[in-house]
């Protein structure tokens, strides 16, 4: 099972920037129809859907971030990313990745829901102070 490890968290000020990005212990690129994710959950809430990735190249992103935020994957080192810029205290909450190794984001014209994906990261939290 490919194993996720998320980094680039931080605390910044509303209007600042982050980049997270996501190990994936395995080349992802190799499973055709892979889709990666970003989730996040903040403190009293479900956990959402934030931004997908397939090997097609397909994205996919919640209405909350459109705009503000960027999933891309770097295939040369198993890593995804997720660039977010003009960060609002609504953004603070702990960001997770996830795999899926097969079917990317066929069918789909928002982030999948968590149960299609079967492997994530531990998460790295991100606090935005107003």
């Known amino acids: 099972q490919v194993q996720l490890v998320e980094s680039g968290g931080g605390s910044v000020q509303a209007g600042g920037s982050l980049r997270l990005s996501c190990a994936a212990s395995e080349d992802t690129y190799t499973y055709s129809g892979a889709c990666m994710a970003w989730f996040r959950q903040a403190a009293g809430k479900e956990r959402e859907g934030v931004a997908a990735i397939d090997n097609y190249g397909t994205t996919r992103y919640a209405d909350s971030v459109k705009g503000r935020f960027i999933v891309s994957k770097d295939n040369t080192n198993n890593t995804l990313y997720l660039q977010m810029k003009s960060l609002k205290p609504e953004d603070t909450a702990l960001y997770y990745c996830?795999?899926?190794?097969?079917?990317?984001?066929?069918?789909?014209?928002?982030?999948?829901?968590?149960?299609?994906?079967?492997?994530w990261g531990q998460g790295t939290q991100v606090t935005v102070s107003s």
């Open positions: 996830a795999f899926r190794p097969f079917d990317g984001l066929v069918g789909y014209t928002m982030v999948p829901p968590q149960s299609y994906f079967g492997a």
